[in-house]
């Protein structure tokens, strides 16, 4: 069974940095390189909204961020230990939200739990 378990989440000051960590585990994910990660979020009230984005090595592994992050969002992966990172810093108010990783390869979905971040004073 596949499972995909996000970590790192909390609540930090506006200025903030927080570092959130996503492991995948399972036989669909024997060949994890290939699949392009991603996060998104939701905050109270709206709609999921893709932040990162990172492809598989296999077609450049580059990153796309949203507009709102761009510049203070950093996404990494390491195929080896099957997992990425989302690295948020000068982290603002309106980044509060439940953060979710995804896995996408071809027709494959997958997706975790999602984890709180909240940017408060």
């Known amino acids: 069974q596949e499972l995909i378990a996000e970590s790192g989440g909390g609540s930090v000051q506006p200025g903030g940095s927080l570092t959130l960590s996503c492991a995948v585990s399972?036989?669909?994910?024997?060949?994890?390189?290939?699949?392009?990660m991603y996060w998104y979020r939701q905050a109270p009230g709206k709609e999921r909204e893709m932040v990162a984005q990172i492809k598989s090595v296999g077609v450049g592994g580059s990153t796309t961020y949203a507009t709102s992050v761009t510049g203070r969002f950093f996404m990494s992966r390491d195929d080896d230990k099957k997992s990425v990172q989302l690295q948020m810093t000068s982290l603002k108010p309106e980044d509060t939200a439940v953060y979710y990783c995804?896995?996408?390869?071809?027709?494959?979905?997958?997706w975790g739990q999602g984890t709180q971040v909240t940017v408060t004073a």
């Open positions: 399972g036989t669909v994910f024997d060949f994890f390189p290939v699949y392009s």
């Open positions: 995804s896995a996408r390869w071809g027709d494959k979905n997958y």
